[in-house]
């Protein structure tokens, strides 16, 4: 079972994701704003953290945001939104998965065991490895990347996404494996999610970011010899 911590402004909202995690067995915590949230995670350890964006004095991005230098505790949004922006805005900061309000009590808690069983998930044998293509390393036991000898520092889901990848290095990979594989659930939506996170991927890769290839109408490749 799970400590989720809950950050809303809406005593609403707390109380509706209380009852049904609740009712699965999990245990609630509440912030109503970012600055009580940052202050929580600092002296409590949480499993999860689901957090509205729109608050009074620190909204949920710049939350995420400070949490982050501190903390890997998986982060799932609430939006009201669901525009573009917001996810990639999220996905910048570490944000692990959204969801749009008003949301289906259902839908979330699919999200929030889906999220948990990917961040409970034991290294199997094979991520004991490290993989070097010219400047670019990624030991896959330790979860560190580096760019021309210089480490770089990805959120957990770029992280998850990278070496899944490289664990399937030269294999064609399609869009909805991926989803299901690194997001954990079946996804019913678009696919842009999936596209924002190889983008941002590609951008922390520099010029490196040749070795996620498209492949088109498929999805998407880790290349070892890209240029070869």
Known sequence: MYKILAVDDEAH???LIKKYATFEGHTVYEAENGLEAIELCKKNTYDI????????????????????????????????RGEEYDKINGFEVGVDD??????SPKELMLRINAIMKRAKAQPSSQQN??????????????????????????????????????????IA????????????Y???GDDRTLDTHIKLLRKQL??????????????????????K
């Open 173 to 184: 990979l399609t869009r909805e494996r991926l989803i299901c594989d690194v997001w954990g």
């Open 206 to 227: 520099g010029k490196y970011s040749e070795l996620i290839v498209t492949v088109r109408g498929v999805g998407y490749r880790f290349e070892m010899h890209p240029n």
């Open 49 to 80: 953290i689901i957090m509205d964006i729109m608050m009074p004095h620190l909204d949920g991005f710049s939350a995420c945001r400070e949490i982050r230098k501190f903390s890997d505790t998986p982060i799932l949004i609430l939006s009201a």
């Open 98 to 103: 959204f969801v749009v309000k008003p949301f």
């Open 186 to 188: 079946d996804f019913y």
């Open 13 to 15: 909202i707390r109380l």
């Open 129 to 170: 490895e490290i993989v070097t293509v010219d400047g670019f390393k990624a030991d896959l036991t330790a979860r560190i990347v580096y760019i021309d000898g210089q480490r770089i520092n990805l959120s957990p889901k770029e992280y998850e996404l990278l070496f899944y990848l490289i664990k399937n290095k030269n």
